[in-house]
């Protein structure tokens, strides 16, 4: 990300609430690298009331369409932090669709 010219600002440690993969201390967590380029612009949600931990239940294994799928929710909050409606959403891995479904939601 820094060789293509982001500045990395921070890294989100997303709770899953439930447990995931493993066998002795089992990952309960994913990191969310958050990172910026260009110009700072006006930002939706004040970010000085949010923290680096995200606690969010993780889609149940039984009920996931793709092994690694992501919730809406996570997905809504990143994108109304760092968006304005109207504005282009990317996702480069899009697997089953959170970025898809929570952008359509959000306009
Ligand atoms: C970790 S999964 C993403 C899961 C997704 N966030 C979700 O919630 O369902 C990564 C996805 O990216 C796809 N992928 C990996 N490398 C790719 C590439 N070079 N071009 C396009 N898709 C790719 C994989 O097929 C997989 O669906």
Redo the contacts with the bound molecule.
């Keep these: 990300m820094q060789k293509v010219g982001f500045t990395i600002k921070n890294c989100i440690v997303w709770d899953k609430v439930n447990m995931g993969i493993g066998w002795q201390y089992r990952f309960q967590h994913e990191f969310i690298i958050f990172a910026v380029k260009g110009k700072q612009r006006v930002r939706r949600v004040p970010f000085r009331n949010v923290t680096d931990i995200w606690r969010l239940p993780r889609i149940l294994g039984n009920k996931t ?6 919730p809406v929710a996570l ?1 809504e909050k990143i994108i109304l932090n760092s968006s304005e409606e109207g504005e282009t959403v990317v ?9 898809v479904e929570a952008s359509r939601k959000l306009n």
């Design positions: 369409v793709h092994p690694t799928e992501k997905m996702d480069f891995f899009m697997g089953s669709g959170p970025v």
